[in-house]
């Protein structure tokens, strides 16, 4: 017969870094479908809704060739 723990396994996880895992997971995977030139769709207001490869690369801060944005210049 098993015993039980006293501790719930529920409480031994992470969830706040499961949550960041799949962040960091669907945003390399978006990246990548960027990289390769194809558009992905994701759903938004029960409607399909279709973003190029210049807009994924937009949401995460990448100009339209996949490269990170020249920082802001301070005072201008």
């Excluded at 396994?9 to 706040?16: A, E």
Aim: with cysteine.
């Amino acid at each position: 017969m098993s015993q039980q723990t006293t501790e719930p396994m529920v409480d031994w996880i992470d969830h706040d870094a499961v949550n960041r895992a799949l962040e960091l997971a669907a945003r390399d995977a978006l990246l990548e479908h960027a990289r390769m030139g194809r558009s992905v769709c994701e759903g938004r207001g029960g409607k399909v809704v279709w973003f190029t490869p210049a807009e994924i690369f937009a949401r995460y801060g990448f100009n339209e060739f996949g490269r990170p944005l020249p920082a802001a210049v301070p005072g201008a």
